[in-house]
């Protein structure tokens, strides 16, 4: 059985692993690298900024500076939060410069285990399976000036497609088998990344300790999914109440909002 790469605790548990940790930084930023001590729940000290934030999981080389994030719920926030942490830790490397120039190069990967729900600027969904923010300077003519190494890169396994690189493609069936098929997964075992999650996340290797966790963050995930649906179920309510009023049948406002037509015809 494969255990749930949604649940925090076993991902930690996956990807804090040394070598689970370098081929999969290996594959999605193409840096391979031996790192040291490679931390989860990871806070700067003395604290940065005003934001009490930690890390997933942090590691450093003496030119690098990795960061891996695993999200669940896809909030309308989450693109703005995770540029934040990215920044940050570009920001806090200035305290221990002599000069303004930043000598490691900063990698933030975040995976998204839900469907975006996030719009881009002119309301399209989206809908891409990897997402990658370059820190770098354009020309007026849309041409990238490349001065600057530092990305934020979002992944989804949801939005696998023929074009997904079969490197990201590794991973993210990995995390997309986990949720769906950890009785019967089908992973490439031939990628010696994902072969060491296989052997890292088993049930047997679990402590009491971290299944207590795990039991923990589930019930905190499903929590967390249940506010945002009862504020979802709310905003559809109101906005039905408000078609109603407007004499739109009914018919047409439980298209628009989901709602049953009992379910309206009871406002």
Same mark, same amino acid.
């Given at each position: 059985?494969? +255990?749930? +790469?949604?649940?925090? =605790? ?9 070598? =689970?940790?370098?081929?999969? !930084?290996?594959?999605?930023? $193409?840096?391979?690298?031996?790192? $040291? ?12 900024? &005003? ?24 909030y309308d926030y ?6 934040? &942490? ?29 469907? &975006? ?5 002119? @309301? ?18 849309? /041409?990238? !000036?490349?001065?600057?190494?530092h990305k934020l ?6 939005y696998i497609n ?9 991973? *993210? ?13 089908? !992973? ?11 052997? =890292? ?11 207590? *966790? ?11 999914? +249940?506010?945002?649906? /009862? @504020?979802?179920?709310?905003?559809? *309510? ?8 407007? $004499? ?9 909002? $989901? ?9």
């Amino acid at each position: 059985m494969l +255990l749930n +790469l949604d649940n925090e =605790v076993y991902f930690k548990k996956a990807f804090a692993d040394p070598i =689970v940790f370098r081929c999969f !930084v290996r594959d999605i930023t $193409g840096v391979d690298a031996e790192f $040291g001590k490679i931390e989860t729940e990871k806070r700067f000290a003395p604290k940065f900024g &005003y934001i009490d934030f930690k890390y997933d999981i942090f590691a450093e080389t003496l030119d690098h500076r990795i960061i891996v994030e695993i999200q669940k719920v896809d909030y309308d926030y989450n693109f703005d939060r995770f540029l934040l &942490y990215h920044n940050i830790a570009l920001a806090e490397l200035q305290r221990s410069s002599k000069e303004y120039k930043i000598t490691k190069t900063v990698y933030t990967i975040v995976v998204i285990t839900e469907p &975006y729900r996030v719009k881009d600027r002119k @309301g399209a969904l989206i809908k891409n399976d990897i997402l990658i923010h370059k820190s770098n300077f354009f020309t007026f003519d849309d /041409e990238e !000036v490349d001065i600057f190494p530092h990305k934020l890169f979002c992944l989804n396994p949801n939005y696998i497609n023929a074009k997904t690189p079969q490197l990201v493609k590794d991973w *993210l069936q990995l995390v997309s088998e986990s949720i769906k098929h950890p009785d019967n997964y089908q !992973v490439n075992q031939k990628n010696d990344g994902i072969k060491a999650v296989l052997r =890292v996340i088993k049930e047997k290797r679990m402590t009491i300790q971290e299944r207590t *966790l795990a039991k923990q963050a589930e019930a905190a995930k499903s929590k967390t999914q +249940l506010i945002r649906e /009862e @504020g979802e179920r709310k905003k559809a *309510l109101e906005t039905a109440a408000n078609l109603k009023k407007e $004499g739109i049948s009914v018919n047409i406002i439980a298209k628009c909002t $989901g709602l049953s037509v009992e379910e309206i015809n009871n406002i």
